[in-house]
């Protein structure tokens, strides 16, 4: 009998976005232990597709999932005003019509990022799992509503997700963070003085201060220095290069974007330092397990990462170089120290790649 997995989730393919790479190493990785695959999504964007062929060349894999791209004849995008509401209606509305369409049987296995669609399969007795990256009083009541079904079981992103969510059955809930895919990402022994920042520039509308590299970066008193940003959307781009452009750089500068995981791991492979810079917001400070970091140290890169209580309960953190947010004199110190340092990679790091991480999630299964 084939062992059938199918993924449903209100997320957009092909995107840049860390939650869709993440989403597209889990399923390639469950295939390849003889799983049949299936992901579910809606065609929300002009930029969507279900074309394997273009999900391929995007992500960089060559196995063969099962594509359902649906349509999506729903408000969110469409119209302008209360965004955030049309969102939610939309996502409520997809799930709830997925879900009555595409279960099939209990005895296949369902994993979402997706709370509704975690409510409505959990209504039908699935197998499911849902991961949770964040709280909301919404997703608090859906989640203990889902849990009284037998097989419904949660991966909670960090501590803070799980204990937030206020269930009485957190047995039922496992905490498991984000992984790098074992695919891309390697060390190499030839490290250069590059600085890299993976990631966003934005997220939820604020900066993730990354500003701080250029407020007195003719202070930093590095020879040559370069600075590679590699950026996984386009979300304020433009903006942020006239921010610096008149600016004096203690440092060579290097934007990227549109850059696959591939061309990722081959930059930071012979990087010396990465960036994990983040705000002080709450979702920062409590929901954070950067899927950057992982990468970061797959790459035996020192790690230099913003002082918040949710890198201080990241794994393997003990060689973390942490500084205050919006402190220069800190932030100098600890990028100073982590380009000093040697350059070495935890032989622990392997536990952390996405094919052991989809093993933890089939044992939870």
């Known amino acids: 009998m084939?062992?059938?997995?199918?993924?449903?989730t209100y997320q957009t393919f092909p995107a840049k976005t860390a939650n869709s790479i993440q989403t597209i190493s889990v399923l390639k990785h469950i295939n390849r232990i003889g799983?049949?695959?299936?992901?579910?999504?809606?065609?929300r964007n002009r930029n969507s597709s279900k074309n394997l062929d273009e999900i391929k060349n995007h992500y960089e894999f060559k196995?063969?999932?099962?594509?359902?791209?649906?349509?999506?004849?729903?408000p969110f995008q469409k119209v302008k005003i209360f965004e955030k509401y049309w969102y939610l209606i939309s996502h409520f509305l997809w799930s709830f019509f997925t879900v009555r369409k595409y279960y099939s049987s209990e005895n296949e296995l369902y994993l979402t990022r997706s709370e509704w669609v975690f409510y409505f399969l959990s209504k039908k007795n699935a197998n499911v799992i849902y991961?949770?990256?964040?709280?909301?009083?919404?997703?608090k009541i859906l989640v203990n509503l889902s849990l009284k079904n037998e097989k419904s079981k949660v991966v909670a992103l960090t501590s803070a997700i799980k204990n937030q969510l206020e269930t009485t059955t957190k047995d039922k809930i496992e905490i498991i963070g984000s992984s790098f895919d074992d695919d891309y990402f390697f060390n190499t022994t030839e490290k250069k003085n590059n600085i890299v920042y993976s990631g966003s520039l934005y997220r939820f509308g604020q900066t993730r201060g990354l500003e701080i590299l250029f407020e007195n970066s003719l202070d930093l008193g590095i020879e040559d220095l370069k600075v590679i940003?590699?950026?996984?959307?386009?979300e304020g781009i433009e903006s942020f290069k006239d921010k610096i452009k008149d600016r004096k750089l203690g440092f060579d500068l290097q934007i990227l974007h549109k850059l696959n995981q591939k061309q990722v791991g081959e930059i930071l492979s012979s990087a010396k330092v990465g960036l994990l810079v983040n705000n002080t917001s709450e979702h920062a400070s409590l929901y954070s397990s950067p899927l950057k970091y992982f990468e970061y140290l797959a790459s035996g890169l020192n790690v230099v990462a913003t002082d918040l209580s949710s890198h201080r309960e990241l794994p393997l953190n003990d060689s973390l170089h942490f500084y205050d947010a919006d402190n220069f004199?800190?932030?100098?110190?600890?990028?100073m120290s982590a380009i000093k340092s040697e350059s070495r990679i935890d032989s622990s790091i392997r536990d952390y790649s996405t094919s052991k991480r989809v093993s933890k999630i089939l044992d939870l299964f």
Not at 35 to 43: E, H
Not at 63 to 74: M, V, W
């Open 35 to 43: 799983f049949d695959t299936v992901l579910i999504y809606p065609m």
């Open 329 to 335: 004199n800190s932030f100098h110190s600890a990028l």
């Open 2 to 8: 084939v062992k059938k997995l199918i993924y449903i």
């Open 131 to 139: 991961e949770c990256h964040q709280v909301s009083k919404l997703k």
């Open 229 to 234: 940003i590699i950026l996984s959307d386009e």
């Open 63 to 74: 196995d063969n999932l099962h594509l359902i791209g649906t349509i999506h004849p729903l």
